[in-house]
């Protein structure tokens, strides 16, 4: 098996210079972070749709990251997406002034509007709205069920081998949709590449009451999500 050591190694080497990324969907949702992937720095992506009796039959690694998440009384369905692209940045010492700029989140969400109310982010977006709120790594984390979060920060870590070189995890905690979702977490980790090279890798876990959301208006909104972010984060 590949340790992180020689991924990195791997992918300094591999890395070349290309046009502008583009979306590249995945079908498989846990999708290998391999080096191979990153050679064209597209923007990869997957999303899968859980009922809440076909997640709990499973009992894979994805199941219990998601059970960790949301405890089975919820019986709720899932929606689940992985993500990852490059960004010519090193952000580890910008992320938290980054994450907290107004103009700079209404842009990474792609959103109508941005009000912000205490430590959380009124979120007009365009197919919805949501509450947000932004955790990190080094934060407390004692709003949200500490140990939960930290369970499937490690579950995630132990997945994908290349996360666990990562030098940041921001926490987006979103809440209070307007539509069928109910609430989510979106784990976001930073791993240094080179100087002002860093691998982003992404997991979304979301709750929601319908099993009637289509599967192509959610490619279609975390594609525009992905290239708005990344670009964002370029800058």
Same mark, same amino acid.
């Given at each position: 098996?590949?340790?992180?050591?020689?991924?990195?190694?791997?992918?300094?080497?591999? =890395?070349?210079? @290309?046009?502008?990324?583009?979306?590249?969907?995945?079908?498989? $949702?846990?999708? &290998?972070?391999?080096?191979?992937?990153? =050679?064209?720095?597209?923007?990869?992506?997957?999303?899968?749709?859980?009922?809440?009796?076909? $997640?709990?039959?499973?009992?894979?690694?994805?199941?219990?990251?998601?059970?960790?998440?949301?405890?089975?009384?919820?019986?709720?369905?899932?929606?689940?997406?992985? /993500?990852?692209? $490059?960004?010519?940045?090193?952000?580890?010492?910008? /992320?938290?002034?980054? %994450?907290? &700029? =107004?103009?700079?989140?209404?842009?990474? %969400?792609?959103?109508?509007?941005?009000?912000?109310?205490?430590?959380? %982010?009124?979120?007009?977006?365009?197919?919805?709205?949501?509450?947000?709120?932004?955790?990190?790594?080094?934060?407390?984390?004692?709003?949200?069920?500490?140990?939960?979060?930290?369970?499937?920060?490690?579950?995630?870590?132990?997945?994908?081998?290349?996360?666990?070189?990562?030098?940041?995890?921001?926490?987006?905690?979103?809440?209070?949709?307007?539509?069928?979702? @109910?609430?989510?977490?979106?784990?976001?980790?930073?791993?240094?590449?080179?100087?002002? $090279?860093?691998?982003?890798?992404?997991?979304?876990?979301?709750?929601?009451?319908?099993?009637?959301?289509?599967?192509?208006?959610?490619?279609?909104?975390?594609?525009?999500?992905?290239i708005f972010q990344q670009a964002l984060l370029n800058k």
């Amino acid at each position: 098996m590949m340790n992180f050591r020689n991924y990195i190694l791997s992918l300094c080497l591999m =890395l070349l210079s @290309t046009a502008e990324a583009k979306p590249v969907f995945q079908t498989k $949702l846990n999708y &290998d972070v391999t080096p191979e992937i990153f =050679l064209k720095k597209d923007i990869n992506y997957s999303i899968k749709t859980f009922t809440f009796k076909k $997640l709990h039959l499973e009992q894979n690694e994805i199941a219990e990251i998601v059970e960790t998440v949301f405890p089975k009384s919820r019986k709720l369905n899932y929606i689940v997406t992985k /993500s990852s692209y $490059l960004i010519n940045r090193a952000i580890a010492n910008e /992320s938290q002034e980054i %994450f907290n &700029d =107004l103009i700079f989140f209404k842009k990474y %969400f792609n959103a109508k509007e941005v009000k912000k109310e205490n430590d959380y %982010f009124e979120v007009k977006a365009e197919s919805f709205n949501f509450r947000h709120r932004i955790f990190y790594d080094s934060n407390d984390l004692s709003t949200l069920d500490q140990s939960r979060i930290m369970r499937s920060i490690n579950l995630i870590k132990k997945l994908d081998i290349i996360t666990q070189g990562s030098y940041l995890t921001v926490i987006h905690h979103q809440t209070k949709f307007n539509k069928n979702l @109910t609430d989510g977490l979106i784990y976001q980790m930073f791993i240094p590449i080179k100087d002002n $090279l860093t691998l982003v890798v992404n997991y979304g876990v979301y709750g929601t009451n319908t099993d009637k959301i289509g599967k192509k208006d959610l490619k279609k909104n975390l594609e525009g999500e992905l290239i708005f972010q990344q670009a964002l984060l370029n800058k």
